[in-house]
């Protein structure tokens, strides 16, 4: 299982925001690509990276930011955040990010994300967000009435290989996982799915290795010490 540190970015900040709430910033680091070396440094083998100004429209403001990121610390980074048409998923990846992730469009425009998925296959993750089981869109300030794990399988359906998946609700609460929407997606598709949203504790990445999860994104409880990353890493990479 993959460890994914997460870096959010809100006005070219390394950032973390309690529950999605805009208005609950935590500035952890002024500077995000000192951030993104410290994690390389301690063995990340992937970066998770959500531009926050993108998820509410505000494009462009953590550009030069993401993308002196991606072309200094040469591992591999995902980034999401606002992104919404094929011009922003090429631009992402003209500036060297390895996989772009897909948010609302997957609500809103399913035949956009199948078409991005038959041009740029395994770079294409797509991210649901969820709160009680139903799919928030627009930086999760509006809950649809679309079920997450009818969503799961539509989207493994049109080609796509990977998603995060964050139970909102548990988000930066420090609280632990919900693991029972993470056991029911793995028993009823055949999608890589990287958990997002409360891992608080070694225990937590225990249980979500046992699951046979392809990776979990960790950022309150690593910033906030809950959780050692090397000792995280090293437990992720312990054969069975």
Known sequence: MIIFPAIDIKDNKCVRLTQGDFDKVNVYYDNPLEVAYKWKNEGAEYIHIVDLNGARSEFGVNTKTIENIANNIKIPIQVGGGVRDKEKVQSLIKAGVTRVILGSIAIENMELVEELVNEYQEKIVVSIDAKNGKVAVRGWEVVSNVDSLTLC????????????????????????????????????????????????????????????????????????????????????????
């Open 153 to 240: 399988k539509q989207l493994e359906k049109i080609g796509v290989k990977t998603i995060v998946y964050t139970d909102i609700s548990k988000d930066g609460m420090l609280q632990g996982p919900n693991f029972d929407i993470y056991e029911k997606i793995s028993k009823e598709t055949s999608l890589n799915v990287i958990a997002s949203g409360g891992v608080t504790s070694i225990e937590d990445i225990k249980k979500l290795k046992d699951m046979n999860l392809y990776g979990a994104i960790i950022g309150k409880a690593l910033y906030d010490k809950k959780i050692d990353f090397k000792e995280a890493q090293q437990l992720c990479l312990l054969e069975e």
